[in-house]
């Protein structure tokens, strides 16, 4: 080949890298703007979504197009975190056949809508992107299937049946008598209900998760749409105190030395079987605070939150107070100052440090505050209904549901 048309092929190449690194940034910026919420969205199966499904499809979505790059298979220790999740749905009770369709729906979702906002450039990309797609979904479903196969072979797949029915019927507040057959199935009679509630996860952080909870004796695990529910079991002492620092203890390594952490966990006891339903609800609450808050400890006690679970358990209150700071909405520099004035122990000092503004500044904010809601923040009574005004509006922002 010439000079010149070695020169040509490299802007070839160049143009093209750069356009499929345009449709990269568009596919990732699909799969992050997800929303149960938005009619884009709706084709997508139910039982697909849950809290993996951001981080799963991303690094899915990182993988094809490098693939398709360069096209070398991504190794098996790139794969891992995918093929280890699959497998981890089909213990939750889900087919291997339902976890391979939802493999394709998302596939076939996500180059569905690369077209409405690709460039004409990209348009013409995705053309062609039949075979390396193809080739990639062939490789992806081949070691899911390798994986659930060779794990079918390891486990007794009639007891974790078994455990699943235990599970559902003790979240359910029913007698579980239908499903304690088995020896091999103890089940307690008081639990400590665990919900967890996950912030920015990686690829395989709730698979993770889901094993360390899983290897405490006695536990019971149930994935739902935003996390993972357990029941750990309370020994005779009735502790359920030494149950939550050993769950904080198992988990600390992992999930909470980043900041903010990668979990947030809701914990409720409930000293009889009975007593789970409420504890469920209980520990849900707190763990969605925990969330919407971005608290720095993971472990999420109602003790911990009164105030904060007494404004969130109330949706019409929570609005209510919300209303508090809305004559705030337009004043970003007076609602921050309030914000670092309450996360300072309300000292004036400490708030100007931090904010680097002069002592007075902070007064003069604070007395605009007041002008502004009607609610005073250098009067404790007044202060304490505008920190709840505070909890309230980021509870809503962050779409609090328990």
């Excluded at 919900?195 to 739902?224: C, E, M, S, W, Y």
């Excluded at 002592?359 to 709840?388: C, F, K, V």
Aim: overall charge negative.
């Amino acid at each position: 080949m010439t000079r010149a048309g070695t020169v040509a092929a490299f802007d070839r190449t160049t143009r093209r890298s750069g356009t499929i690194e345009r449709l990269l940034a568009d596919a990732i910026a699909l799969v992050d703007g997800f929303s149960t919420q938005s009619p884009v969205y709706d084709g997508l199966p139910s039982s697909l979504v849950d809290a993996d499904f951001v981080p799963a499809a991303e690094l899915n979505v990182r993988l094809f197009f490098q693939f398709w790059l360069d096209g070398n298979e991504p190794c098996e220790d790139d794969t891992r975190p995918l093929v280890e999740r699959a497998v981890s749905l089909v213990h939750d009770g889900m087919p291997l056949d339902e976890v391979l369709r939802n493999y394709r729906a998302a596939v076939d979702f996500l180059w569905s809508q690369l077209p409405t906002t690709a460039s004409p450039a990209g348009r013409a990309a995705l053309a062609e992107i039949g075979r390396p797609l193809s080739e990639y979904l062939s490789l992806m479903t081949a070691r899911i299937a390798v994986a659930c196969i060779e794990d079918a072979r390891r486990r007794p797949w009639d007891e974790l049946e078994r455990r699943r029915g235990i599970v559902d019927a003790l979240l359910a507040g029913r007698d579980p008598v239908d499903w304690m057959g088995d020896p091999a199935v103890p089940v307690a009679d008081a639990f400590v209900v665990t919900v967890i509630r996950p912030g920015d996860p990686g690829p395989g952080t709730l698979t993770d998760l889901r094993q360390r909870i899983h290897d405490l004796p006695g536990a019971f695990l149930r994935r739902d749409i935003r996390g993972w529910t357990a029941l750990i079991p309370i020994g005779p002492d009735g502790d359920s105190s030494a149950v939550i620092e050993q769950l904080s203890a198992r988990l600390a390594p992992g999930f909470a030395r980043e900041t903010p952490p990668l979990l947030w966990i809701g914990v409720s006891p409930a000293p009889t079987r009975a007593a789970i339903p409420a504890a469920l609800s209980e520990a849900r609450v707190v763990a969605e605070l925990g969330r919407c808050l971005t608290r720095s400890e993971i472990i999420c006690r109602r003790q911990d939150l009164r105030m904060e679970y007494a404004v969130a358990v109330d949706a019409s209150v929570r609005t209510e107070l919300a209303s508090v700071l809305a004559p705030l909405a337009d004043q970003p520099v007076l609602a921050e100052t309030l914000g670092v004035f309450f996360a300072n122990e309300c000292n004036q000092n400490a708030a100007a440090r931090l904010l680097f503004v002069h002592r007075n500044t902070i007064t003069y904010r604070l007395a605009r505050i007041a002008e502004l809601t009607g609610y005073d923040p250098q009067r404790p009574t007044e202060a304490m209904t505008l920190s709840a005004a505070r909890t309230a509006q980021l509870l809503e922002s962050k779409g609090f549901s328990a």
